[in-house]
């Protein structure tokens, strides 16, 4: 029995497909979930397209409808996003987010205010990634859009965290990620020229080359003070120096924490670990979110 058992799992190995491209259902299909020991040490994780960890149960996201505000709690289907839901839900209505479910901690975040409130469907089509992975995307309207996560105790540096986001147009110094008060810990442009992002814990470190508007990235950073690191995607554009030494409390989304500045942005998943990672763990939480994001 054991032997057989053996072969049929060979054979169920053996005819797995192949990787599909991108946009293919097959693909599509697929669920992607952190294995173990990448979520291990993780403090706070969120994400509007899939289950970060296979243990979650809840929704991922809370979405209002806004022809007469009801809300409902959308959760996943084998692992992704249910946007069949959502469609149902909204119909021709505009579908908001008012929450963003924490898979790790408690730190839900939120936006009861509906004029603050993003997107995640127009009326007619789920927001979803133009190019790579073709998966839903959350859409802060560059007006006065935001979310926020406010934690009871603040994360104590060094940190790590990894977002993966999509800046649609480039204004100078929009703050795409910052703390949830007026302590300064946040990602934003740079201040000069062109899109390139700066991660300021009162002291600004940029990553060397500017990135792509319009497409989705891969947003990594090491809050540890004069050892801290900013980077995208492949490690070609990696930055590692001075960040200064201020702890974040918690998590804003598409502003600076008091609302104001509001970023073009797009949002996947973020999901925030208590420790400074070294080069060889940062690449391979790249990998692993690539594999399933595709952005690089
Ligand atoms: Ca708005």
């Not at 990787?19 to 993780?42: K, M």
């Not at 979405?63 to 992704?80: F, H, K, N, P």
């Not at 390139?196 to 990235?217: C, D, E, H, K, M």
Request: glycine share 8%; aromatic share 10%; hydrophobic share 40%.
């Amino acid at each position: 029995m054991k032997w057989s058992l053996v072969i049929l799992l060979g054979l169920l190995v053996r005819a797995a497909p192949a990787q599909t491209a991108f946009g293919d259902p097959a693909f599509l299909s697929r669920t992607f979930i952190y294995p173990a020991n990448c979520v291990t040490g993780a403090l706070d994780g969120w994400s509007c397209v899939r289950n970060i960890r296979a243990e979650y149960q809840g929704a991922l996201i809370r979405v209002r409808r806004g022809s007469d505000s009801t809300e409902q709690d959308i959760y996943a289907l084998a692992g992704a996003l249910d946007t069949a839901t959502i469609a149902s839900f909204c119909g021709t209505s505009t579908g908001y987010v008012t929450t963003i479910y924490a898979q790790l901690g408690t730190n839900n975040i939120k936006q009861a205010t509906a004029a603050n409130q993003p997107q995640i469907y127009n009326g007619s089509a789920i927001f979803i990634a133009t190019n790579g992975n073709r998966r839903p995307m959350i859409k802060w309207d560059n007006v006065n859009d935001y979310m926020q996560a406010v934690r009871n105790t603040a994360w104590v540096q060094p940190i790590s965290a990894y977002h993966v986001i999509q800046q649609t147009s480039w204004t100078l110094g929009d703050p795409l990620i910052d703390g949830s008060t007026t302590a300064t810990f946040f990602v934003n442009d740079q201040r000069d020229s062109s899109s390139r992002i700066r991660l300021y814990a009162n002291t600004a470190l940029q990553p060397t080359t500017s990135f792509t508007l319009g497409v989705p990235i891969l947003l990594y950073e090491v809050g540890n003070n004069t050892a801290s690191v900013i980077g995208f995607n492949n490690q070609v554009a990696e930055t590692s120096g001075t960040a200064g030494a201020a702890n974040p409390e918690g998590i804003t989304l598409g502003a600076f924490s008091n609302g104001t500045v509001p970023a073009d942005l797009m949002w996947q998943e973020s999901i925030i670990y208590g420790t400074a990672h070294d080069a060889a763990t940062r690449q391979r939480l790249r990998e692993l979110i690539n594999a399933f994001y595709h952005l690089f």
